[in-house]
C-alpha cells in the first residue's frame, strides 16, 4: 500500500485503475530521466566551465603546444 501525492492529494496506489498506474510509472519514468539530465548538465557545466578557463590561460599565455 503506496501513497502518492499529486496536485496537493493523496492517492493509495492499490486503489488506482491499472490505465492510472501505467500512467504513474510514466510519470515517474520522466521525473528520473528529468533529474539524469539535470545532473549531466551540471556535469557538462562543469566542465564547459574548465575548458574555458583553461583556454583563457591558453591565450594569455600565448598559444605555446610544446
Known amino acids: 500500500m503506496a501513497k502518492v501525492s ?3 492529494v493523496e ?3 492499490d486503489e488506482m485503475s491499472d490505465t492510472a498506474k501505467a500512467q ?7 521525473d528520473r530521466k528529468i533529474a539524469d539530465i ?21 591565450l594569455q ?3 605555446d603546444d610544446s
Open 6 to 8: 499529486i496536485d496537493d
Open 38 to 58: 539535470k545532473n549531466e548538465m551540471a556535469v557538462l557545466q562543469t566542465a564547459r566551465s574548465a575548458y574555458a578557463r583553461n583556454l583563457s590561460q591558453q
Open 24 to 30: 504513474l510509472q510514466n510519470v515517474l519514468f520522466c
Open 61 to 63: 599565455n600565448g598559444n
Open 11 to 13: 492517492y493509495d496506489t
